[in-house]
């Protein structure tokens, strides 16, 4: 019997990736208010300032070059927040959360427009899928100026290579211009941008390898020359694109080695992070750190599609008998999509604060998985329908079910775990949770409330005394202004607390707690006529 072939409308696999994509605009643009401070939020909002007010005063206040060391990372997002907050009545922190949802879905759409590209509607359809539930990148983009902004900054530079490769051995002015702009923000916001060159060094030797075989190296070495030339045209546009968002970098042409430089070296006192079970020193990291965490916080489904893709795409990279520029492009993929966690377990550098880091491979990983979906797409087209039907059932509830987990876990998606390590109620005594300290938001709101109702009975005349373990700047924004945060417990009327290790275990009433799933992310605790010695647990 002839199994009748299974189709996909083009219109309707892109109908649905803007039905999906529109939904995420609408929850993400009426729910980034609920996302709380972190550790650097208040530094970063400073960091804005200074840098408008550089580019303000016509470049001669020059405070932003000493400020802590932000200054050698870019600050496009922060100036663009700053910026912003002087023209709109809106409050700057919730001004930066809404900011980075729009820097977010700008990622969601160029990894859509990527898998499309490189292999048709269904690829962009399950690419943007994967992307969705990725916790690293979703619960990161409404609250990490650094990461979240990299990884669409890198996602687009990839995007711009990939186009590049399609027109190759000339690609348009368009391409060109778009290159230079993706270079000058990726580079601009991290540094670490600059490992593209990886990337992209293994693709062109592969093309240059393969057209060599093909067309003699005379040709391959025109046409190889050519595409770059034309590519470096680029090259002045992404200097001045790394001027506004970086001017620290451009200051001083050998400020960006620099910076390099400066980040070979730990620069801050060693603190100790939970790791599978263990409190060890950030320098101190087994080369495992980031594949285990990557295994353990990573929705089985983007596993199992990413690793899928990635495979798939080397070997068709390497053995395969596409068009050399596609045999690029997937090395391209792959590059960006593991060459970063091949290097950390290589040379094993300082890691800390989960995978927060690797934000940037995250819509690499999703594209491969997309193409992985794309390939079983076709395949699937020449089975059962009885297998079809098993197929797509646990598809989709393979992003159902990471989909319904993080929607549990809101607004902390970016501390979710899978099912091999229990998700967090089996990583919470194992890994780093809430190590943002998004956490506050919440306690802080009901510590108000509780408040307000004991009114009374509590110390007039002064600001209540709060002993804080965790982000202090951020809890002093979140409880406002009629308390006053502390390190110091004697005294203290309350203390609030993050749920993680170092965090003491405070004998006292709990008058607050905010739990996901039973894991409790922060505690406060009444403390009047109550001493203890320490915030922070014994040995911390």
């Known amino acids: 019997m002839r199994i009748p072939r299974l189709s996909l409308p083009v219109a309707l696999a892109d109908r649905l990736a803007l039905i ?9 643009l009426t729910t980034f208010r609920d996302y709380g401070l972190g550790w650097d939020d208040f530094t970063h909002s400073q960091y804005g300032d200074l840098l408008y007010s550089y580019f303000a005063s016509g470049l001669t206040h020059t405070r932003v070059f000493t400020f802590v060391n932000l200054y050698y ?15 709109l009545p809106v409050d700057v922190f919730d001004l930066r959360r809404l900011l980075g949802a729009l820097v977010g879905l700008v990622g969601l759409f160029l990894v859509w427009r990527l898998g499309r590209r490189l292999a048709g509607p269904v690829s962009g359809l399950v690419a943007l899928s994967l992307l969705l539930v990725c916790p690293l990148y979703y619960g990161h ?18 995007y711009s290579m990939v186009r590049a490769l399609d027109e190759y051995p000339r690609p348009s002015w368009r391409t060109v211009a778009f290159f230079g702009v993706s270079l000058g923000l990726a580079v601009g916001t991290r540094v670490l941008g600059v490992i593209a060159v990886a990337y992209a060094g293994l693709a062109l030797a592969l093309l240059a390898a393969v057209e060599w075989r093909n067309l003699g190296f005379k040709t391959m070495a025109v046409r190889l020359g050519q595409c770059l030339g034309l590519m470096m045209l680029g090259l002045p546009l992404a200097y001045f694109v790394l001027g506004i968002v970086w001017p620290w970098a451009v200051v001083d042409p050998l400020n960006p080695l620099k910076a390099l430089a400066y980040y070979a070296h730990f620069w801050e006192v060693p603190w100790r992070e939970l790791y599978e079970g263990r409190p060890i020193l950030v320098p101190e990291m087994p080369r495992t750190y980031v594949p285990t965490l990557f295994a353990v916080q990573m929705p089985e489904v983007f596993l199992a599609m990413s690793i899928s893709g990635a ?71 020449r089975q059962h329908r009885a297998v079809r039907a098993a197929a797509a059932a646990v598809f989709v509830g393979g992003l159902a079910l990471p989909a319904f987990e993080l929607a549990q876990l809101h607004p902390y998606q970016y501390t979710y775990y899978n099912h091999f390590v229990g998700g967090v109620k089996g990583a919470d005594d194992k890994f780093m949770l809430d190590y943002w300290g998004l956490a506050f938001k919440q306690a802080a709101a009901e510590l108000d409330e509780y408040v ?23 809890a002093a924004v979140e409880l406002g202004p009629r308390f006053e945060t502390t390190y110091e417990t004697s005294g203290a009327d309350f203390a609030l607390m993050l749920g993680e290790f170092y965090c003491a275990d405070v004998q006292a009433p709990v008058i607050a707690k905010v739990e996901r799933d039973g894991v409790v992310y922060a505690r406060v605790y009444d403390t009047r006529g109550r001493s203890f010695p320490s915030v922070f647990a014994a040995g911390q």
């Open 452 to 474: 307000d109702e004991h009114r009374r009975t509590l110390p007039q005349g002064r600001k209540l005394r709060v002993a804080v373990c965790g982000p202090h700047r951020a």
């Open 73 to 87: 990372y870019g600050g496009g997002f922060d100036l663009a927040a700053a910026a912003l907050g002087k023209v």
């Open 141 to 158: 983009m409404f609250m990490n100026a650094k990461d979240a902004p990299f990884a669409v900054a890198v996602a687009a530079l990839i």
């Open 311 to 381: 495979a798939g795409a080397l070997v068709a990279a390497l053995f395969g008998s596409a068009p050399a520029a596609r045999r690029a492009q997937y090395m391209l993929l792959v590059a960006a999509g593991l060459f970063p966690v091949l290097l950390t377990v290589v040379e094993r550098p300082v890691m800390y604060n989960g995978i927060r880091h690797f934000v940037f491979i995250t819509p690499a990983l999703a594209v491969l998985g997309g193409l992985a979906g794309s390939w079983a797409w076709d395949w699937l087209g």
């Open 20 to 28: 999906l994509f529109s939904a995420t605009a609408v929850i993400s």
